[in-house]
């Protein structure tokens, strides 16, 4: 569930600088894969199934979703008995528009590191606010020695992407197209009963399908934001690294109708637990009425 989680996955950055462990090695064509494990690609609906991602006049009507403009999640990361180390948030900063749909404008940023070993990236996506589909993806990474900047615009009813920084077009997996950061809203719009596990191919590269999350139970934890409910997404993930099976990753969801991220734990070697904590939540304003959330 790179998805999910492609924000937590940036900040265990962090952590693997400060042991000297590269546990992300971004190259062409990778997103935050941690949280991905191979798969194969859904079949494609056939010439007489609607796109998900295809405007329809007067229907561009917005989903009822937990999110809304407005809406700023803050964090603490903290790196075992090395403490506080890094620091991130996630926000809906607006709707725009792109190629005449309405869209989510949302953004991930987090900065940290330890002595010389800095990371500071930012994320950006737009979703449509119907279908819940990512039009368009900016990434500006910068951690130690290393720069990439990439600009996604995603055509889902053609099942194709360009590219607006020079680098090359490509397929899309599906006509439901999510990065990592629209990925992480995404799931925030499903129910999460305990004991149910999730499986997903929305990914926009083939090779990060499917996305499986395994809601395990429910918890109350007490962060600096202060105390919550949660229920507990265990990612079923294949592959090594920080967020492999070896990492025990959980992740705590509120347990009510906002679903917002409060913790993430996961244990790494040397350095034992890497955890986010939610500082800080600043509701936003839902373009949609929603119905109650969970009991």
Do not use: C
């Not at 008995?81 to 005449?100: K, P």
């Not at 129910?191 to 809601?215: A, D, I």
């Not at 109350?220 to 070896?246: D, E, K, M, Y």
């Not at 955890?275 to 373009?287: E, I, K, T």
Request: proline share 9%; charged share 20%; net charge positive.
């Amino acid at each position: 569930m790179k998805a999910v989680l492609g924000f937590l996955a940036g900040l265990g950055i962090v952590a693997g600088l400060s042991v000297g462990w590269p546990l992300l090695t971004p190259g062409p064509g990778a997103g935050l894969a941690w949280a991905f494990p191979r798969g194969e690609a859904p079949p494609t609906p056939g010439p007489s199934a609607p796109a998900a991602g295809t405007p329809v006049p007067g229907q561009n009507s917005p989903l009822p979703v937990p999110f809304g403009p407005g809406e700023r999640l803050e964090y603490d990361v903290r790196l075992g008995a090395l403490g506080r180390r890094g620091q991130g948030h996630m926000s809906v900063v607006g709707v725009d528009t792109v190629r005449g749909r309405r869209a989510y404008h949302v953004v991930m940023a987090y900065e940290g590191g330890f002595l010389f070993a800095k990371v500071k990236d930012r994320y950006e996506s737009w979703i449509d606010v119907s279908t819940l589909v990512t039009l368009r993806a900016i990434q500006d990474i910068h951690q130690l020695n290393y720069q990439r900047f990439r600009h996604f615009e995603f055509f889902p009813e053609e099942m194709r992407f360009e590219r607006k920084d020079g680098g090359a077009p490509g397929p899309l997996a599906t006509r439901e197209p999510l990065d990592d950061i629209s990925f992480f809203y995404f799931v925030r719009t499903i129910p999460l009963e305990v004991g149910k596990e999730y499986t997903f191919h929305r990914y926009y590269r083939e090779s990060g399908n499917p996305v499986v999350l395994r809601v395990v139970r429910k918890d109350t934890v007490q962060v600096p934001a202060g105390t919550f409910r949660t229920v507990v997404v265990r990612p079923v993930i294949r592959t090594s690294g920080l967020f492999g099976q070896g990492g025990e990753a959980e992740l705590h969801f509120s347990d009510d109708e906002r679903r917002i991220l409060v913790l993430m734990s996961s244990k790494i070697p040397l350095v034992g637990a890497l955890s986010l904590h939610l500082r800080a939540v600043q509701d936003g304003r839902p373009l949609a009425a929603r119905g109650p959330g969970p009991s």
